[in-house]
């Protein structure tokens, strides 16, 4: 401190001077009052702090399949895991069944709201708004888990920017699995050659390429009406899973079965998160769901009990009269490859931006060795 000396209509003015020792006394118990005042302000800011960092996050999770699903049992074990290594501070409500009331085809749209929080998809459904990731894999490609683990990195690469591109956070992933796709028929048939005898029924417009490109009859039956057409000779053939044949009774109307050598697409599920309330998440908080969902991943691809499943529906299956003439050659399920690959590259050049770059790094590693 010190003092400055002026005259002012003949007084002194003192500027940042200490006060007189006897104004110092009479002013040290209004100063230590708000020394104290203070220090417990700053004591309930910082308890107030800690208790907000400690308060429970609560975010929506939206699963449109019923509970009874695979896929829905993996999101209840995420959302308890996640409780878990929270020590439940971070809760994931889920909604199952659809109880939000959300289309797949709209979620790129309804993520980017923040209503739910979270959620997964299939990148299939997302071929109204984004061609590329909806046939970042296509039928006749993937035969086993040997080739699925080979392309998983650049699989995982390519999703993540994709979704990325929609300003949603991709979390991580579940696995679909691998499902024997397999050619369940009216009638005896045992060769490619003898299934371009005959009308068959795929699921989609690149299995329908694909088929058409190799002399096959091919057309879209949706699942609700393949029974009917099976039974009255719409088709002769179905390009279908056995083991979920007998969700649709195709047993009873498709008595001959052999397998492509191929499992549908194994797209994974790309589980999502809003951008915005990805990054409001404490590091700790946004590590705990990573890791959760990590192990969800990890828990959900058992291909070993794909085969194993596989293997005991056909049991079932020959239980109730159907005949399995195994799989078709090796020639043939290269002609298929060959087939797929082509489609494949049709549709990510017709989708555009990033598809064709995907293609050839997913392609590159499946064939790489």
């Not at 959620?119 to 040997?146: C, E, H, K, Q, Y």
């Not at 828990?299 to 194993?308: G, I, P």
Request: net charge positive; glycine share 8%; aromatic share 8%.
């Amino acid at each position: 401190m010190s003092w400055h000396g002026g005259m002012a209509g003949g007084r002194a003015r003192v500027v940042n001077a200490p006060p007189p020792p006897h104004d110092r006394a009479a002013h040290e118990p209004g100063r230590e009052a708000m020394r104290r005042g203070i220090l417990a302000a700053l004591a309930a800011t910082l308890i107030g702090l800690g208790n907000a960092a400690a308060q429970t996050v609560e975010w929506r999770f939206h699963n449109s399949y019923a509970p009874t699903r695979p896929e829905s049992g993996h999101v209840r074990d995420l959302a308890a895991d996640l409780r878990q290594r929270s020590q439940g501070r971070f809760v994931l409500n889920v909604f199952e069944g659809n109880a939000m009331n959300l289309r797949d085809a709209d979620a790129l749209r309804w993520m980017q709201t923040g209503t739910p929080e979270m959620g997964f998809i299939w990148p299939p459904f997302l071929g109204r708004d984004d061609a590329a990731m909806s046939s970042i894999l296509v039928f006749g490609l993937v035969r086993n888990a040997t080739e699925l683990n080979r392309i998983m990195p650049a699989l995982r690469e390519s999703l993540s920017a994709g979704i990325r591109r929609w300003n949603i956070e991709p979390v991580g992933f579940i696995q679909l699995g691998l499902l024997d796709a397999s050619f369940m028929c009216r009638t005896p048939v045992r060769s490619l050659d003898e299934l371009r005898r005959v009308k068959l029924r795929v699921g989609s417009r690149e299995q329908v390429e694909t088929f058409r490109a190799l002399g096959v009859a091919a057309q879209i039956v949706p699942q609700q009406e393949l029974y009917t057409a099976m039974q009255t000779g719409v088709v002769d053939c179905a390009l279908y899973a056995p083991r979920f044949a007998q969700s649709i009774s195709l047993q009873e109307v498709a008595k001959h079965v052999i397998s492509s050598g191929f499992a549908f697409p194994p797209t994974p599920y790309v589980v999502m998160a809003n951008q915005a309330r990805w990054r409001a998440l404490s590091n700790e908080n946004r590590e705990l769901l990573t890791q959760a969902v990590a192990a969800t991943e990890q828990s959900s691809a058992r291909f070993d009990q794909d085969v194993a499943a596989d293997e005991a529906a056909r049991e079932r299956l020959r239980g109730q009269g159907v005949t399995f003439y195994g799989t078709i050659t090796e020639a043939e399920q290269q002609a298929i490859r060959t087939a797929a690959i082509a489609t494949w590259e049709t549709l990510m050049r017709e989708a555009g931006g990033q598809g064709p770059a995907w293609k050839q790094r997913i392609e590159q590693a499946l064939t790489a060795r």
